[in-house]
């Protein structure tokens, strides 16, 4: 249970303005390393790089705190499963009364190449289900900013439901891992940059990676 002075101390007014960092994606084993989860895995990777153990229930989101340089972080993997994750990312930015433009939703994308990311400051759902949810819940407001984790198209025919709940190949999985690695690494310069900065370097990076790789199978 997270206490009043827990609360206090991350939102006292001498301290700079905290982050809310959430990952989308489905609890329990079933799930893990498809490619609906990369939200999930983004915010592991992120917590383990900057030491924030991932060890509280808050908000129906398994949760972590801490610090990044001088910058409160909270990070939050909801267990509503997606459809529902606005049911868990709303809360959580009202219970620590954080603006919209300071919380980040990491989601999978089917328009962008495997392992290609974005920083997007605001913009529709596309489709997806996860952030459906959390613009409802947000009544409709879209100015919350996404890092966007292209996981392709699916293949021929096949139908996107099935082709979101499969586990990577070996050549994707490949692809994924250096992109969580280059998520880290933009997230640290969000946070120490702000997010103009880091986004306009970040985006100019991954727009020459999409030119790389988006003709090459996975």
Known sequence: MLNRLSRRCFSSAA???PWLFVGLGNPGDKYRGTRHNVGFEMIDAFASSVGIPMDTVHCKALFGKGFVGDIPVFLAKPQTYMNLSGESTEP?????KLPLNHVLVFHDDLNLPCGVLRLNDKGGHGSHKGLKSVIYHFRGNREFPRL???IGRPPGQMDPKAFLLQKFNVTARQRIDEALQEGVDALKLLLSQGYDESAKR?????????LRVQTLPV
Request: no cysteine.
């Open 202 to 210: 970040f985006n100019k990076e991954q727009k020459y990676k999409h």
């Open 15 to 17: 301290a700079p303005l």
């Open 92 to 96: 959580l930015a009202a219970y620590y």
């Open 148 to 150: 966007r984790i292209g």
